[in-house]
């Protein structure tokens, strides 16, 4: 009688493992967790961490439970596709990420061979959708959109400026700077130099020299915050009176701590902050409550998630390929953002870039504000 009893209990505790283990999908996050641009990883993870732990709380993913696993791929797009293929290892179905577009773009190779559906809150580079893939999608709009918005503006307001274009030679910051040099020369503005830096670089003395022999009077910026800040400050000390002009890359406060208040009058496009989307009230004040500021990126990796939740619920299937196929067919979907749709790419359907400054707030900190 007792074995008899000790078994049935044995079994059930197997059955409710088992049911467990089985009731759980795998939703990779994947960006620079460790390193310069740790910022931005930060972001990524604890958007999607939230959006797991408020779809967990209203039953799961189709009944199921979302469980969260981190890669750190460091910036570095060698380290992005050792992270892919542990998350196919593992048995990872969806990827929030990557951050960088050189880290995207190799990494998706790897998913789309192993059955595993993208979504990057960051990656703007059009190579990343434009190769037809079926497991590419992006929250985020696009360098060519980017670059086209930053190119006018420039053109608009900037009518005598002798603007030298700089990048980081990575496939976002240089593609980023490409486009919008394509959007100048189309209006009639010719740049004064172009140039390009290595990701690290800390001392820009040789570049701020090059560009004050060329007459710079605006400096455009493709890359991340990192060595912004860098050459905002160097050029503020060594008398280069030039503001600078970046995309998304550099919207994260800490460009205000590497630069200082020589960011003051710093430019940048971004899409408008969906931290002011009255849906998203509620849920920002969440992010605060735990001490985080949603910015940049976290809204739109919280997104992502919600996307997974939603195209997963259109398809009836956790298939990551029928999951993609509802994604492009079955918007749209509401979210953190607003309503988004998917085109055959897996581009959101309405991307817009605004202009932003930074200066002071009434609260005395630096940040970034729409114009």
């Not at 059955?15 to 310069?36: D, H, N, R, Y």
């Amino acid at each position: 009688m007792k074995k008899s009893l000790l078994s049935a209990v044995a079994l059930t505790a197997m059955v409710a493992f088992s049911g467990s283990a089985w009731a759980e999908v795998l939703i990779g996050v994947a960006g620079p967790i460790t390193g310069a641009n740790a910022a931005f990883g930060a972001q990524l993870q604890r958007g999607a961490e939230q959006a797991a732990a408020d779809i967990n709380a209203a039953g799961g993913i189709n009944g199921e439970q979302i469980k969260i696993v981190i890669g750190d791929d460091a910036a570095d797009p060698k380290q992005a596709i050792s992270v892919a293929n542990k998350f196919a290892a593992d048995g990872v179905k969806f990827v929030v990420g990557h951050f960088n577009s050189g880290a995207s773009i190799p990494a998706s190779e790897v998913y789309a061979e192993n059955g595993i559906m993208q979504i990057s809150p960051a990656s703007t580079n059009p190579t990343f959708t434009d190769r037809g893939m079926w497991n590419t999608f992006r929250t985020c709009g696009r360098d060519d959109q980017q670059g086209a918005v930053a190119g006018a503006y420039i053109a608009e307001n900037f009518k005598d400026a002798k603007v030298a274009v700089i990048h980081d030679k990575t496939p976002y910051g240089q593609g980023l700077a490409d486009e919008t040099k394509k959007a100048l020369n189309a209006a009639g503005v010719t740049e004064v130099l172009y140039e390009g830096v290595n990701v690290g670089d800390k001392d820009f003395s040789a570049l701020i020299a090059k560009m004050k022999d060329a007459g710079t009077t605006l400096i455009y910026w493709g890359g991340l915050h990192t060595e912004a800040g860098l050459i905002i400050r160097q050029a503020a000390d060594q008398g280069l009176k030039a503001p600078l002009f970046s995309g998304d890359g550099i919207v994260s406060d800490e460009l205000a701590a590497i630069a200082g208040d020589a960011v003051i009058g710093t430019l940048n496009t971004f899409a408008p902050d969906p931290r002011q989307n009255p849906a998203a009230k509620e849920l920002v004040e969440k992010f605060r409550a735990a001490g985080f500021e949603p910015e940049a990126y976290t809204l739109y990796a919280y997104a992502a998630v919600q996307v997974f939740n939603e195209a997963a619920k259109k398809a009836g299937d956790l298939d990551p390929q029928k999951v993609a196929e509802a994604a492009k067919s079955g918007g749209p979907f509401a979210t953190a953002l607003g309503e988004l749709s998917f085109d055959s790419k897996g581009d959101i359907t309405k991307a817009d870039y605004v202009v932003y400054e930074w200066k002071k707030g009434d609260d005395g900190k630096i940040s970034y504000f729409m114009r």
